[in-house]
């Protein structure tokens, strides 16, 4: 069960009915099979004496931009929206960007193509490489102000800080951002969970757009550290550290009380609270997880500064098994550690499944801490291969497509190629949803994978209206089909 949402998705939904008969035609290299019962269904819409209009908008440009509608040219002297009439409603135009401003970079939303088989609403985006998004409640989507947001740059395995900044108005931009990097986003922000997110924008569609939410902190608790400490949260003790197990960066002992803030995360109940990708990296070995609990630990002392193991100290430590296993996980599994600075899971621990006063807990003696820890049983993935259209046939290249466990609680995530084709992991023998999506717009298919590759033999085909479901208030939201996912390619 899982919960989707436009507002998790991106700051811009752009929505727009894309009318008119028939597909691209033969010789438009975004051709695909027309639905022969369009017409039956919206004969008004292929009365071959109507006619249609063709508006045109135009977003993020410097200067001029061209477009062309068929034989018609549209010039804007900047963003705005333009419209042509007269078009028949039982033939196709094709829409072409002709020109930009040096520095620009346009494309047609949600195809990200140069041509494409024009709707009734063409929508043009342009910009330099930039991510952008806003911060958010992960439960009720208010902006969350006063964050801070710290971006990593992947340099062939060796992280690089890009930015650090405070986002005082609930959202962030980068600016400097590279196509084809890949980009660690982490945000921080007081009473809430920690989040990081993997983006990586496209020569063809360079501004990535990515909210961020934050999943609020369970409760806190403070104590004296030079006596034997054990957090709880909701009457389960997940840390225990002995006396004098605490040090900061430096190496000096903690002031004052210790605090910690605690929130157990449940990734059956939805895959998208955990930070990062399911990935996890055993030394040099790169495998996916699925996830079976996991718990944030904050650790500072009385002047916020940060708290760690010190070396050579074992702490207990139990991750309750989520409620969304329904008391059932597996026997063999490991705890992981997520990593801030390069975005993936590393160090697994192995662990025992046990009983801790009626309730399950995976326990484990643990000689470091990260942030997040999570329960995890590793695979190796097989492929899920496709592709991606818009309901008048244009291939979307440069688009996210993640493939996302409905027996199992484990994401992951893969790029269209130039052919709007895609290659996405999932783990063998097992019920998914593969999700693609531009925008708000959404599209979505069950399927099952055995040990070999799955070829899905129709593209998926994105939704002309923008979904605009919030996330459902509380710990139960049970719409599968509703959900939706942030651009989080390159992971």
């Known amino acids: 069960m899982s919960f989707l949402r436009c ?14 008969c028939g597909g691209a035609p033969l ?19 292929c009365d071959p004496d109507a006619a ?29 929206t333009l419209s042509e009439g007269g078009f028949s409603a039982n ?28 709707g009734a609403v063409v929508v043009v985006l342009c910009g330099a490489p930039a991510v952008a998004g806003g911060i958010k409640d992960f439960f009720t989507a208010d902006d969350i102000e006063g964050a801070r947001v710290t ?19 609930a959202t962030y931009a980068l600016e400097n951002a590279y196509p084809g990097e890949r980009l660690v986003l982490r945000i921080e922000a007081d009473g809430y969970v920690p989040q990081t997110r993997i983006v990586s924008p496209s020569a063809v569609r360079p501004v990535m757009t990515e909210n961020i939410f934050l999943v609020p902190v369970a409760g806190s608790d403070s104590q004296d550290p030079h006596t034997d400490m054990a957090f709880a949260v909701w009457d389960v003790t997940v840390l225990e550290i002995p006396a004098g ?40 070995q790169g495998t996916r997880m699925a996830s079976y609990g996991a718990l944030s630990i904050r650790l500072t002392d009385s002047r916020g500064t940060a708290l760690q193991l010190a070396e050579r100290v074992v702490a207990e430590l139990n991750v309750p098994l989520a409620p969304s296993a329904s008391g059932v996980g597996p026997e063999a599994a490991t705890v992981v550690f997520f990593d801030d600075d390069s975005g993936y899971w590393r160090d697994p621990v192995a662990v025992a499944l046990v009983d801790r006063g009626g309730t399950v807990v995976y326990s484990a003696s643990v000689t470091s ?37 409905r027996d199992y609680a484990g994401l992951a995530y893969a790029l269209t190629d130039g052919e709007g084709e895609f290659s996405v992991p999932a783990r063998a023998n097992s019920e998914l949803l593969i999700h693609g999506m531009v925008g708000a717009h ?30 459902p208030a509380g710990r139960n939201p049970s719409d599968l089909d509703a959900h939706l996912f942030g651009p989080t390619p390159g992971i």
């Open 442 to 471: 959404l599209g979505t298919e069950e399927v099952s994978t055995d040990v070999t590759t799955t070829v899905l033999m129709d593209c998926l085909v994105l939704d002309d209206t923008a979904t605009t479901a919030l996330p």
């Open 91 to 118: 033939a196709d135009v094709i829409a072409e960007i002709v020109s930009v401003s040096r520095g620009d970079q346009c494309y047609f939303s949600p195809s990200n193509q140069q041509q494409i088989t024009a």
């Open 7 to 20: 507002v998790m998705v991106n700051a811009i939904c752009l929505s727009g009915v894309l009318v008119g």
């Open 151 to 169: 971006a990593m740059r992947d340099d062939d395995g060796l992280a690089t800080k890009l930015a650090h900044f405070a986002a005082p108005s």
């Open 52 to 80: 249609r209009t063709i508006s045109v908008s135009v977003s993020g440009a410097s200067g001029p931009v061209e477009v062309s509608l068929g034989a018609r040219k549209l010039n804007f002297v900047g963003d705005g």
């Open 369 to 405: 801490l990260t942030t997040i820890i999570a329960v995890a049983e590793t695979y190796r993935p097989v492929q899920v291969r496709g592709c991606l259209a818009d309901s008048r046939g244009n291939r979307i290249i440069a688009a996210p497509v993640v493939s996302q466990g």
């Open 245 to 284: 197990g605490l040090v900061d960066g430096v190496g000096a002992p903690p002031v004052g009380k210790v605090t910690a803030e605690i929130a157990l995360l449940d990734p059956g109940a939805d895959p998208f609270a955990l930070p990062g990708g399911y990935r996890v990296l055993n030394g040099s």
């Open 27 to 45: 010789d438009n290299p975004n051709y695909l099979e027309r639905n022969p019962n369009y017409c039956n269904q919206q004969p008004d819409r």
